[in-house]
């Protein structure tokens, strides 16, 4: 079953072997920046279409997600951290039971 990707006006045809696997060639490896032992997701969408890309590009996507919702002077770490904090302040004050 030949599987096509399309990737930055590239555009491959591979075969599905038996055991599902598909390589993927050098040239789409380059333009996508993919390094041996890179975690690759695979998605579908409504229409059996599939995209892929590699965790740290995922990283990057969710990123610049988040960036649009806070500002570049926030860190959420530091919010993170200041909450459990509190947390902690809490739970020692509260009486045992």
């Given amino acids: 079953m030949p599987v096509s990707y399309n990737l930055l006006m590239e555009r491959v045809s ?22 041996p032992g890179d ?3 695979i998605e579908s969408d409504d229409e ?3 995209s892929m890309m590699t ?3 995922g990283i990057r996507r969710a990123q610049e997600l988040v ?11 530091e919010e993170l ?10 739970e020692r004050e509260e009486p045992a039971e």
């Avoid at 060639?25 to 996508?32: E, F, L, N, Q, V």
């Avoid at 951290?81 to 809490?90: K, S, T, Y």
């Fill in 55 to 57: 965790q740290k590009q």
């Fill in 39 to 41: 975690r690759i997701f």
């Fill in 81 to 90: 951290f200041a909450v459990r904090r509190e947390d902690l302040r809490r």
């Fill in 14 to 35: 591979v075969e599905l072997d038996l055991n599902g696997r598909i390589l993927i060639p050098a040239s789409i490896r380059k333009i996508a920046r993919i390094d």
């Fill in 48 to 50: 059996g279409n599939l």
């Fill in 67 to 77: 960036a649009q919702y806070v500002g570049p002077d926030v860190s959420l770490v």
